[in-house]
């Protein structure tokens, strides 16, 4: 029980960690220089923690991103690369304006930094072999539900079924 402790939440108990990759537009070798490369780094923990999710690790290379990240579980992972995509776009521009119009020369409002293509791929504590087991021995899991409480979160109507 102790491994589930760490992950719950007021209503729900599980992990939600992804692993997620996006890369410069055109390919550009943006993050070749030192100083970008380091301010995107800053810039992805900021979003992470302004919008509540945990980077494990990550990787800033010349033209493409890896985060894997650990996310609340009412976030969906598009959402967590569209805010982290957007705010480092949006950050890196104010910081470094002079230097990212050498890639980019765009208006204000017509310019990004990111292609919209993006990798998402889960990451799980447990194998896929498994989770398959678990799913075909559903049944079993539930009968021993039903023995103790059937309603151990004390949601729901009582029913005469269980009294």
Not at 41 to 54: D, G, K, M, P, V
């Amino acid at each position: 029980m102790s491994i589930y402790q760490d992950h719950a939440y007021k209503h729900s108990i599980g992990w939600s960690t992804w692993h997620f990759q996006w890369v410069t537009k055109y390919r550009y070798q943006v993050f070749s220089n030192t100083k970008l490369q380091k301010l995107c780094e800053i810039f992805l923990h900021e979003a992470a923690t302004r919008y509540r999710f945990e980077i494990e690790e990550m990787e800033v290379a010349s033209n493409h991103v890896h985060v894997i990240a650990k996310l609340r579980l009412s976030m969906s992972p598009a959402r967590a690369v569209q805010l982290m995509k957007g705010y480092t776009a949006r950050m890196l521009f104010r910081a470094e304006e002079t230097r990212l119009k050498a890639f980019y020369w765009r208006d204000v409002g017509e310019r990004s930094l990111w292609s919209d293509g993006k990798f998402i791929a889960s990451v799980g504590h447990i194998t896929l072999e498994k989770a398959k087991a678990y799913v075909q021995n559903h049944e079993t899991h539930g009968a021993k539900a039903l023995i103790g409480n059937p309603r151990p979160l004390g949601q729901g109507r009582r029913s005469n079924v269980y009294l």
